[in-house]
C-alpha cells in the first residue's frame, strides 16, 4: 500500500538514526487513539515536525485529514512533510489534489512550486510561485518557495525572499528550514547563517542544535559542530543522528591521529 492510498499507513524510510528509526516505527505501528480529534492530530503533527520526525509529522497531518478534509493546514502539512522526505512527485501530485479543494490556496501553491522545482521543472515552478505570491493575505510560505527558486537558478535574489519569510512569519522554524533548503543545494555557509538564527531563537529546541552540528561539520567546522551535538544531546539524551555525529567526529578524530603519529613517528 502507498502513500498515494492511505499515506497514514506508511512506515518510516527515512528517520534519525538506528535507535530513532526503531523507537519511531514502534510508535507508528501503535494503533491512533480514535478519542482524539482532529485538532489533536495537528497539533501532533506540528510537534513531530519541530523535532526533525518528518515521518510521523506525516503520518499525523494525514489522520488529521482523515477525520477532517476541510482542513487546509492538513493539506499544506502533508505537502511539505513528502518535500522534506525527498518524495517531490506525491507532493506534487496531493498538492494539486488539495487545490482542487482549495483552489487558489498560497500555501498549497508554494508548496507545489517546491515539489516541481525539487523535480527540476523550474518553469512550472515559477507560473505555481508566481500565482501563490499573488494571492491576497501575507504567507510565509509563498516566499519561502520563491527563495528556493532563486537558490535553485543561482539567482542572487534569494536572501530578499527569505528575509521577507521571515519577516511574515516569526516562527523559528522559518529560519531552519530556509537552513535546510540551503543544504540541500549545496549552499553550506549559507545554510549555517539562517540554522544559526533558528538557534539564536529557539535555544532550547534540540533540532535546531542539531542542525546547526550539521552546518557546522559539513563546512569542516569540527570543534563547533562537536559543540552543537554535545547541547542537542543535553536538551535530548537518546538524539540518535547526534549520538552517531559525536561517535563519528572522535573516530575520525583517533584515525588523524594514528596517521600523524605513523608519519612523524611520535611515541
Known sequence: MSRFDR???REPEQTLGARGQQQQRADLRQPLDEDFDEGHWLRMAGDERRRGLHESALRYYSRALELDKSLVAGWVGQVQMLIALGEYPEAELWSRKALELFKNNAELLAGRAQALCRAG?????QASCDAAIGQQGMFACPWIAR?????????????????KAAQIDPDWLVPLEIGAIYQHYG????ALTRTRQAV????????CWY?????????GLTAPAERSFARCLQ???????AHRALADLKN??????RFFRRLFNWS
Open 7 to 9: 499515506l497514514e499507513f
Open 121 to 125: 521543472d523550474l518553469r512550472a515552478a
Open 147 to 163: 527563495g528556493e527558486l532563486m537558490v535553485a537558478r543561482k539567482d542572487a535574489l534569494d536572501d530578499y525572499c527569505f528575509d
Open 187 to 190: 549552499r553550506d555557509a549559507k
Open 200 to 207: 539564536e531563537r529557539a535555544p532550547d529546541q534540540a533540532y
Open 211 to 219: 542542525r546547526q552540528g550539521a552546518c557546522e561539520l559539513a563546512l
Open 235 to 241: 536538551l535530548v539524551p537518546n538524539h540518535a543522528d
Open 252 to 257: 575520525n578524530r583517533r584515525v588523524l591521529l
